[in-house]
């Protein structure tokens, strides 16, 4: 390979090479189309969405009200629990709704111009060693990755988390690029921060680039070494600050730790969040932590094909074939060179060698992590494939006089192309035309491109550009699905509904949901293997004691999609509900009436929190909704010993507490143990944990036991309220 195959522009001063070689006029128009096509994809329809997830979104809200809340990440202003994760993608949305206020596009925008934060950073990466061209095939191929144009427009962490990795990979390169310490730490910076918006996935990239560095960097290995270690440092520093704080503050003054057991961030970051995520055993969540011997096979199989199998493949995998491709032929091409400051090729090199190592990593443990796992995680690696196909693509363009390259460019065409075949056509009568479409123009144009050079440079471009319109294609038929398809809840995918898998908007997460008791229960039958227990339900689903098509059980009528009268969304996702939503308020937020929205907001100022709930969704739907605060008993999952029957008992003598959402005005079943319960709620007996199977779960039961003893219950607009402020005559154990 020459030098002049993988042009070099550093940023300033100009280089000689950057100088010889000047910038095509219409580099500059394209990149601003690309930036423009990327927002414009990432925003249309953005509203459609409304709160997203709503757990999330009501930890936005907070924040927005309360300094306290927006510092720890809590879910209500009153700050009884943060959410369970750290809360640095929280804060560019909470500051949004508090400069324009409360509203779907305030929380989402944020998470679009992260997106278009991600193409600028991964062309200006790509573009320093390859060109622009090769820049703008990768800043194209990241915007129509189905799994992007769903989580930039979502308000989940991961769109903050993909946009810092791409900072990361970009700062470590161009430190390479002349062993610079200020690129480093600023890469370290990177990583704490990351580290803030999803904890330890943050990490999972550091073993290759510190290797990479620690090996390539033009300086001595004492220096290398030396800088390896100050970068270490600023990374402990930018992600550390907040932890030293919270652990630091007294517990009794700041909100619960959700996510965890024992009020402790770090045991969040190294259990649920960390290492039970890796071998499954995840105490406190649904699915996990609970079971004999942990195991992780209740969130799909695990494997070196995870990635390219059902509903996953088209998020994430249409370019992942080739991407391994163009790794190895990159580094084949490039191994010869020095490892010299002044080498093209050398930087080249490393380029892929940062790129294909931190998308290797991340696919290996998505592939293996036995934990929670969905499909949406796997937008991480959408920035890796999009910068080893711009980068693979350039080097064996520039190369494509060998028989060898140009072979090796036509069959990653073609395999492109198949793939693209096979992944469309597992979306049952999803546009057929596009696919034969994509087959025939990706297999000709790669039949057709090693002899195209002999026909003149018209012709060879043409091939090219039908190859990777052909290339292109089917993600951008998903992106579009993708962008014009609400999507809610806390559970979603890109695309159209995949046989066996999720629906357009989200869909059934769960392979092991719980029965009363807590205990996992094999009974019963979801679409893709998810399984419900006795008295549970979910759409095409059956459990003993019920079922649930749509949202139907004996003894209860749902609406459309799983829409439950009067209390709020029982399995129904999203506006209209759809296939597969919240399951009784776990996976997405509960639809508060106009009547019930109208009692919390009564006197609200007069309590701490106007009402209280059990689970995260639950209480997130009526927040929202009345804008006042609601305590989430239990965390995301309802299994987080927050807060213990004591101090709620507490809280309520105080008169901090105004009203308890009873479980029941979720749905409206029938007798117990068919669907319903005798205070229509979801087919457990009264008193059990519907939620979590942790060690926290019977704090929420005991809660729940509690006010049912002592206070009345009241339906306001189809939803079951307990006046927390006047017990019943008589009661016992209110004090």
Known sequence: ?????????????????????????????????????????????????????????????????????FFFGSSDAGNSITVDKPPAALWPMALSVRLFGLGAWQILVPQALMGVGTTAVLYACVRRQFGPAAALIGGAAFALTPVAALMFRFNNPDALLTLLLTVTVYCVLRALDGAHTRWLLLAGVAVGFAFLTKTLQAFVILPPLA????????????????????????????????????????????????????????????????????????????????????????????????????????????????????????????????????????TARAAFLAWGGSLLITAVVFSYMQGI????????????????????????????????????????????????????????????????????????????????????????????????????????????????????GSIVTAGPAVAGGRGPGGGPGMRAFYAPGGGAAPQGGFPGGTRGGPGRTMPGGQAPGGQAPGGQAPGGQGGPGGQAPGGGERFGNGPGGGPGGGAGGLLNGTRASAEATAALRADASRYTWAAAAIGSQNAAGYQLASGVPVMPIGGFNGSDPSPKLERFKAYVKAGKIHWFIGQGSTGQGGPTGQGGTDDGGTGEAPGTNRMGAGPGGGTSSAIETWVKANFKAGTVGGATLYDLTAPVSGATGTS
């Open 373 to 488: 796992f969905h499909e949406y995680y796997t937008v991480a690696l959408a920035p890796f494939v999009a910068a080893l196909v711009g980068m693979g693509v350039a080097v064996l363009w520039e190369e494509r006089g060998s028989r060898a390259a140009s072979l090796t460019l036509a069959g990653t065409l073609a395999l492109t192309a198949w793939w693209a075949f096979v992944l469309l056509g597992r979306a049952e009568g999803y546009l057929p035309w596009l696919r034969w479409t994509v087959l025939v123009a990706g297999l000709g144009a790669a039949v057709l491109l090693p002899f195209a050079a002999r026909l003149g440079r018209p012709v060879l471009l043409t091939v090219a550009g039908v190859g990777l319109a052909a290339s292109l294609a089917g993600p951008l038929a998903y992106c579009l699905t993708t962008v014009n398809t609400p999507h809610t």
């Open 1 to 69: 390979m020459t030098t002049a195959a993988v042009p070099l522009f550093p940023s300033s001063p100009p280089t000689a090479v950057d100088a010889a070689i000047g910038r095509p006029r219409w580099e500059r128009p394209a990149y601003i189309v690309l930036l423009l096509a990327t927002g414009l994809l990432l925003v249309w329809n953005l509203g459609a969405s409304g709160y997203a997830n709503s757990f999330y979104s009501a930890a936005v809200q907070a924040g927005s009200e309360s300094w306290k809340a």
């Open 211 to 346: 290797l990479l560095y620690a090996v390539c960097a033009p300086t001595a290995l004492r220096r290398r070494l030396g800088q390896l270690l100050l970068s270490g440092l600023a990374m402990v520093v930018a992600g550390g600050w907040w932890v030293a704080i919270v652990e630091l503050w007294p517990a009794a003054s700041r909100p619960y730790i959700g996510g965890s057991q024992n009020n402790s961030f770090l045991e969040l970051t190294l259990g649920y969040n960390g290492l039970g995520r890796i071998n499954g055993n995840e105490t406190g969540s649904v699915g996990g932590g609970g079971r004999p011997g942990g195991g992780g096979g209740g969130w799909g199989e695990t494997g070196i094909d995870r990635l390219f199998s059902g509903t996953i493949g088209g998020q994430i995998s249409w370019l992942l074939p080739a991407a391994l491709v163009l790794l190895v032929a990159g580094l084949v091409i490039t191994w010869r060179a020095r490892r010299a400051a002044d080498s093209l090729e050398s």
